[in-house]
T-cell receptor, first 114, second 113 residues
């Protein structure tokens, strides 16, 4: 199984809502990532988890809260988002977080904040 | 909000021709490079990678060339097919970056019949 799955595929939420994005992989990878991608732009790294511990936070606002319950799952909790947070949120995984490893991406969650 | 009129560089290629997509990377300390393909509505898909101790690597219908002197990376696609239409991103991974990939701006490839 070389697949990263993400749910939901689409999400529409108001600025006062709380929602969560979910990501799962069963490749035995020990590094997992959250990226944000705006239209016609490259993915931008948000968070890196290595062995279930947060190793990189790219100065992301606290309204985004990541969580790694176990080595296969990665969540992104959303609260009090702004319309400019509307984007495609991508999850990725790799064997470890060191160099020389490709990252496998999921299909993304298309988030719209109203 | 997003900029009005924002667009990606576009490469139009006739079906059957070879495509060359170029990328200038930013950090001379980068030691691993990846090309990703992203189709509309999908996540980036791995195409090919190359380490900094190599200058060329070939896959199925694709070749990546690395010129460290000028910090330039290229992806060559042989006999381009309609299914190759997508946005192509190069990405660099720097030593001790803990897996932090830096993506290039991307190139939209449009294959015409």
């Amino acid at each position: 199984d070389t697949e990263v799955t993400q749910t939901p595929k689409h999400l529409v939420m108001g600025m006062t809502n709380k929602k969560s994005l979910k990501c799962e992989q069963h490749m035995g990878h020990r590094a997992m990532y959250w990226y944000k991608q705006k239209a016609k732009k490259p993915p931008e790294l948000m968070f890196v988890y290595s062995y279930e511990k947060l190793s990189i936070n790219e100065s992301v606002p606290s309204r985004f809260s990541p969580e790694c319950p176990n080595s296969s799952l990665l969540n992104l909790h959303l609260h009090a988002l702004q319309p400019e947070d509307s984007a495609l949120y991508l999850c990725a995984s790799s064997p470890t977080s060191g160099v020389l490893y490709e990252q496998y991406f999921g299909p993304g969650t298309r988030l719209t904040v109203t | 909000g997003e900029s009005v009129g924002l667009h990606l560089p576009t490469l139009s290629v006739q079906e059957g021709d070879n495509s060359i997509i170029n990328c200038a990377y930013s950090n001379s300390a980068s030691d691993y490079f990846i090309w990703y393909k992203q189709e509309s509505g999908k996540g980036p898909q791995f195409i090919i990678d190359i380490r900094s101790n190599m200058d060329k690597r070939q896959g199925q219908r694709v070749t990546v060339l690395l010129n460290k002197t000028v910090k330039h990376l290229s992806l060559q696609i042989a006999a381009t097919q309609p299914g190759d239409s997508a946005v192509y991103f190069c990405a660099e991974n720097m030593v001790d970056s803990w897996g932090k990939l830096q993506f290039g701006a991307g190139t939209q490839v449009v294959v015409t019949p």
